[in-house]
Structure formats: C-alpha cells, structure tokens
C-alpha cells in the first residue's frame, strides 16, 4: 500500500490531512498568523521603534489601512512577541509590560482613555476619579511596569468628537509621550492618518506606514499559496493560478481579511462535498459579495 502524500501543504499540515473532516474543519476556522513581506516589514519598523534610545522627542509610527486588511492582527503579533515577564523582572519584582496596547475609546474622551489604560495593565480603576487623578496613575502605573511602547488601535475614534475635543487628545498624546519618553504607535483607517495630521506637531512626529489594499502580483501570488498550504484539504486548489487568483483579488478587493474569510469558507465546503479542492464554481455557489457592495446592501 502506497501512502498518500499531501506536497501542497506544510509539513505540520500534511500530518492532518488524514484527520477527520471535523477536526480539519476546526483547524481551518481557527485564525492563523500568515507572514507577508509588509507584514514582516512592519514587523521589524516596529522592532527598531522599540529599541531606540530614550529622548525628549521619541519618533512614533501610524499603521494606517483600509479596514479588515491586517493592522491589528500586526500590532497583536508584535505584543505577543513582547509579552509580560518575557524580559528581566524588575528588582522590585513589578511585571513588565514592555508593549502596552490599548483600543481608543469611541470618541476622544480623555478619562476613558486612561481607564483604558488601566484597564490594559489590570490596575484598579475607581469610576469617579477625577481626570487628573486618572492621568497620574495611569502614567505612575506606565512606569511601574517598565512600559516601552505604548500602542493605540482603533485611532480613526478620535474623529468622533468635536474639534475641540480632538485638539485636546492629540495634545495629550503630545504630552504623554514627552512625559513618559516613549515611542506611541497609532493604528487606523486613513480617518485615523487625517485626525492626527490635523495637529502640525503631532504630524511630523507621526511617519505613516501603509498598508494598503492587496495587488496581484508576485506577493499575492505568496500569500495565496501560504493559505492553501495552512489548510488541511487532500487535494491541490492551485490558489494562486490565473483564474482563481484574479476572482479572489477582484470579490475581496485586495482586503486581506476578506480573502482569509473567503477561502476559509470555500474550504470548509470543500471538505463538507467531499470535493477536497477548491474550484472556482465553489466560489460562485457560496455567493461572496464585495465589501464595496455590502455596505451598500445593508439599509
Ligand atoms: N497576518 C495575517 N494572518 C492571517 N490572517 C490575517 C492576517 N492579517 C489579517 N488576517 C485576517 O484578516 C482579518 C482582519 O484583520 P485585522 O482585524 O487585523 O484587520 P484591521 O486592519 O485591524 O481592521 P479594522 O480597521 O477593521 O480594525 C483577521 O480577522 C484575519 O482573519
Ligand atoms: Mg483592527
């Protein structure tokens, strides 16, 4: 008896394709890390951030892309590879969080910005402190545990105040930094780029790094394969071949969570028809809509 070989996937993948339609199927929905090469450089960007030596005027960084195209699943990657007590422990025994990340809060509300903040390092909060009182403990507790980066996700939310509003956040993102003398990584959709280039001072201190919607070409081509091969299905799906390629490009409009979203359920019926590959009908039958003309379905 000759045993099936399974060449179109990774090594660790190639030991499940035996497994139960079940289990492959839950291997398939559960969220992966795929590398890429912006990925990858945004990645080490955010390495050198991290390493560079403390002064008054630290350098920050703007992940800044469309919706749904990988910028928190970056920042995520960077934190885990940064986590708490992954570094010397403080003679004081405090743990260290080398990177903070925290959500922005959906408006630009300066006491639920450090709540958030708190929150993150699990330090108590009472409710009714003042804004002040909020603020030193935040930044006393930033310091306690050693605090390098300080990540803000979702920054495009600081559009949902009034000008006034915005102006005075930024200026306190100014100050924090300054204060702390760490570098401050925002992450947003181009909203997020637009509020913070409204500051001049905060603009130059803040170099955008894109990561804008995917392209065909020999990069997409990459990923393509990389997802085919993290998918446990027994036959070969030719992802990254012309006509395959070009309808995964064109229905996901270069988001990359909308062609993670896409092969993942085309893959699921592939296993569910007994199929195992997946073919361009597939993709016709499970009737994937465009972002673009999603939002317009929804009334
Ligand atoms: N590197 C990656 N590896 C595997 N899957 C990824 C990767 N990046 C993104 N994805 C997929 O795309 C989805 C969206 O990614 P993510 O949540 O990071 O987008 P986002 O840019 O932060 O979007 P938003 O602006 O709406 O918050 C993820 O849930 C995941 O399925
Ligand atoms: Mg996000």
């Known amino acids: 008896m000759t045993e099936k070989t399974y060449p179109h996937l990774l090594p660790a993948v190639q030991a499940l394709a035996e497994a139960p339609d079940e289990a492959r199927i839950r291997r398939i929905q559960t969220d992966r890390w795929l590398g890429y090469a912006r990925a990858e450089a945004a990645l080490s960007a955010l390495e050198d951030l991290l390493s560079f030596p403390k002064r008054t005027r630290m350098p920050n960084r703007l992940l800044v892309g469309p919706s749904n195209n990988g910028k928190t699943m970056i920042v995520e990657k960077f934190r885990r590879s940064h986590l708490p007590g992954s570094e010397e422990s403080a ?16 408006a630009p509300d300066e006491r639920r910005f450090f709540s958030a903040i708190l929150e993150a390092l699990g330090a108590p909060d009472r409710l009714n402190d003042r804004l002040s009182t909020k603020q030193d403990t935040a930044v006393r507790m930033m310091r306690a545990t050693g605090v390098r980066m300080l990540v803000i996700d979702e920054v495009h939310n600081m559009l949902c105040g009034s000008r006034d509003q915005q102006r005075r956040f930024l200026n306190l993102l100014r100050w924090l ?24 001072q905060l603009a ?9 919607p995917w392209e065909g070409g ?16 027994r036959e070969a799906s030719n992802l990254s071949s012309s006509p395959m390629a070009q309808r995964l490009l064109s229905t996901s409009e270069g988001i990359l969570g909308e062609v993670v979203t896409i092969v993942t ?4 019926a592939a296993i569910e028809t007994g199929q195992e590959r997946i073919v361009l009908d597939m993709l016709d039958s499970l009737g994937f809509i465009a972002p673009s003309e999603r939002r317009h379905a929804v009334v």
């Open 91 to 106: 003679r004081d025994g405090a743990i260290r969080v080398p990177v903070l990340k925290v959500q922005m809060p959906p």
């Open 177 to 200: 930094g300054n204060e702390l003398q760490i570098p401050l990584v925002a992450v947003g959709t181009a909203e997020g780029l637009r509020a913070i280039q409204s500051d001049d």
């Open 204 to 212: 130059n201190r803040f170099t955008p790094f894109g990561l804008p």
């Open 218 to 233: 020999a990069e997409f081509t990459r990923l393509l394969n990389t997802l085919e091969a993290s998918m446990p299905l």
């Open 265 to 268: 359920r085309a893959a699921v």
